[in-house]
């Protein structure tokens, strides 16, 4: 743990919290004594501070742009990478699972780790470490980003195919964490099926799949 906060450039009050943050399900079942609910926690403290980021480092930028940015820098993939960049995964206390190469379990767990922080600092430090580790993505991104939605629409544009259709097949999970599964198709050209926390990532997952397909 020790190492683990020294990377982190934090130390905690409450190590249970940590430990938490760092236990998958495989090992702890009991949602008490997992990343879970810490999870759900750190979502959205970091989606407030990378809003906040996004809000005061292009003050002349339309609401679209910042969204896709926003979109960008939330998405799993990249908090997986500032998780892989932390060496977050070499602490994780998971069995059957290569978190190393698992960007759910990365993001998760990442998310987690804000939570507690979050709870055992206040919201100060929590978000001031978002903005420290994500600045980096921040310029990565020097023009707002398309997304996945757009680019797929696009494409079917281009090509003077029908346009993209979504639907939402089910839903798994809890009431307050649920987890959709939408449908996005082409007639003629293939579907894929995306997933995410709310409809709006699930479809970005959607049609960031069907992409792929089509490339």
């Known amino acids: 743990m020790d190492k683990l906060e020294e990377i982190l450039g934090y130390k905690f009050n409450n190590r249970k ?10 090992v702890a079942h009991a949602t008490a004594n997992n990343y879970e609910r810490l999870e759900f926690l750190g979502d959205r403290v970091l989606g407030v501070a990378v809003a906040e980021m996004l809000y005061k480092m292009f ?17 799993k993939e990249s908090v997986a990478e500032v998780a ?6 070499r602490f994780v206390h998971a069995e059957g699972v290569d978190v190393e190469k698992n960007d759910n379990v990365l993001c998760d767990v990442a998310e987690a780790v804000i939570g507690a922080m979050y709870l055992d600092a206040g919201s100060e430090k929590a978000i ?3 903005q420290n580790h994500w600045e980096e993505l921040v310029h990565k991104y020097s023009k707002p980003p398309k997304d996945a ?21 089910r839903r798994e999970g809890k009431e307050h964490d649920p987890k959709f599964f939408i449908k996005v198709s ?3 050209h293939g579907f894929a099926i995306g997933e995410g926390h709310n409809k709006k990532a699930a479809e970005q ?5 069907l992409l792929k397909e089509l490339e």
């Open 17 to 26: 919290l940590l430990e938490h943050a760092l236990t998958h399900g495989s």
């Open 59 to 75: 003050p002349n930028e339309p609401e679209g742009n910042l969204s896709q940015r926003f979109v960008a820098l939330v998405c």
């Open 84 to 89: 892989l960049k932390l060496n977050i995964d």
């Open 128 to 130: 001031a470490f978002v």
């Open 149 to 169: 939605k757009t680019s797929l629409q696009e494409l079917a544009h281009h090509f003077v195919w029908n346009m993209p259709v979504y639907e939402e097949i």
């Open 186 to 188: 082409i007639t003629g």
């Open 205 to 209: 997952d959607a049609a960031k799949k």
